[in-house]
């Protein structure tokens, strides 16, 4: 059974920095590709960062690209976003996505696993 486990969300001030953290279980991890979404009230899910198979590769949205970086612990089979300079804009749910494609993809239809999502509000 797949599982995907974010955590690290929270309540933070404009330019503060969060981690989040997503935790994978029943998959052979360094055979997934993964990536962060997130959605705010009343928008579509929208592509934030991905990561390849062994982490070499990342891809970001214009909007976080220089602010959020992803990584990944293969051996403790987590994927994390580093968030710093936060804005208002960056408040919504934030979600992990994987897939065993060795390239990751920029669309939330390109993953087969997601997790339940972590809530990240940023006040002005």
């Known amino acids: 059974q797949v599982q995907l486990v974010e955590s690290g969300g929270g309540l933070v001030q404009t330019g503060d920095s969060l981690r989040l953290s997503c935790a994978a279980s029943?998959?052979?991890?360094?055979?997934?590709?993964m990536g962060w979404f997130r959605q705010a009230p009343g928008k579509e899910r929208e592509f934030v960062a991905t990561i390849n198979w062994s982490g070499g590769s990342t891809s970001y949205a214009n909007s976080v690209k220089g602010r959020f970086t992803i990584a990944r612990d293969n051996a403790k089979t987590t994927v994390y976003l580093q968030m710093n300079s936060l804005k208002p804009e960056d408040t919504a749910v934030y979600y992990c996505a994987g897939t065993p494609r060795p390239i990751a993809s920029m669309q939330p239809v390109g993953y087969d696993y997601w997790g339940q999502g972590t809530q990240v509000t940023v006040s002005s």
């Open positions: 029943g998959v052979t991890f360094s055979r997934y590709s």
